[in-house]
T-cell receptor
Framework: NAGVTQTPKFQVLKTGQSMTLQCAQDMNHEYMSWYRQDPGMGLRLIHYSVGAGITDQGEVPNGYNVSRSTTEDFPLRLLSAAPSQTSVYFC?????????????FGPGTRLTVL | AQTVTQSQPEMSVQEAETVTLSCTYDTSESNYYLFWYKQPPSRQMILVIRQEAYKQQNATENRFSVNFQKAAKSFSLKISDSQLGDTAMYFCAFMIQGAQKLVFGQGTRLTINP
């Protein structure tokens, strides 16, 4: 199993550009999430999904869109990048209903918006 | 809303020493989970240890153990016989049972010196 994979690992954008961060998991997990990590603030939830076709907003959703057409994939779209979106982005997944609730994280994408 | 606070931004100890990282949280929920994640320079988020709130016994994983004080809403991590490979950022995290959102603390940067 590859676990949770994210592409790209690094990305530099100009203000106003759009892009999609890719996330995929091969563990057949129903739950998937996107977090962003900023210095001194830990990780904060952007959007999450509890299954194909179902998404919901997290703590900091503004400026981001998501969709979940398959169990495996959960892309994060930035429609018009802003310098405030410079951050490290993590995708995570977990099984539904497991007693231990462990989330598995991808390796992260470092995004810089100039 | 749930909050997690890590009051020690940085800590430094000598190899083989024991170190304790502090974490407090705030919630009105009674059923939840607590986690410690390790983030080495590789950026990968690695689960170190988890605790179910309904369990009175403190969790242990080899050299890692927790001191869970539910009434005080405290969840500290003890690392015994610290090793150079323990150098990393450590995050305390909280999740309500059945929910998807992980709430993270700000992190503690731990350095193990030879």
């Amino acid at each position: 199993n590859a676990g949770v994979t994210q592409t790209p690992k690094f990305q530099v954008l100009k203000t106003g550009q759009s892009m999609t961060l890719q996330c995929a998991q091969d563990m057949n997990h129903e739950y998937m999430s996107w977090y962003r990590q900023d210095p001194g603030m830990g990780l904060r939830l952007i959007h999450y999904s509890v299954g194909a076709g179902i998404t919901d907003q997290g703590e900091v959703p503004n400026g981001y869109n998501v969709s979940r057409s398959t169990t495996e994939d959960f892309p994060l779209r930035l429609l018009s990048a802003a310098p405030s979106q410079t951050s490290v982005y993590f995708c995570a997944s977990r099984e539904r209903g497991t007693y231990n609730n462990e989330q598995f994280f991808g390796p992260g994408t470092r995004l810089t918006v100039l | 809303a749930q909050t997690v606070t890590q009051s020690q931004p940085e800590m430094s100890v000598q190899e083989a020493e024991t170190v304790t990282l502090s974490c407090t949280y705030d919630t009105s929920e009674s059923n939840y989970y607590l986690f410690w994640y390790k983030q080495p320079p590789s950026r990968q988020m690695i689960l170190v240890i988890r605790q179910e709130a309904y369990k009175q016994q403190n969790a242990t994983e080899n050299r890692f153990s927790v001191n869970f004080q539910k009434a005080a809403k405290s969840f500290s991590l003890k690392i015994s016989d610290s090793q150079l490979g323990d150098t990393a950022m450590y995050f305390c995290a909280f999740m309500i049972q059945g929910a998807q959102k992980l709430v993270f603390g700000q992190g503690t940067r731990l350095t193990i010196n030879p």
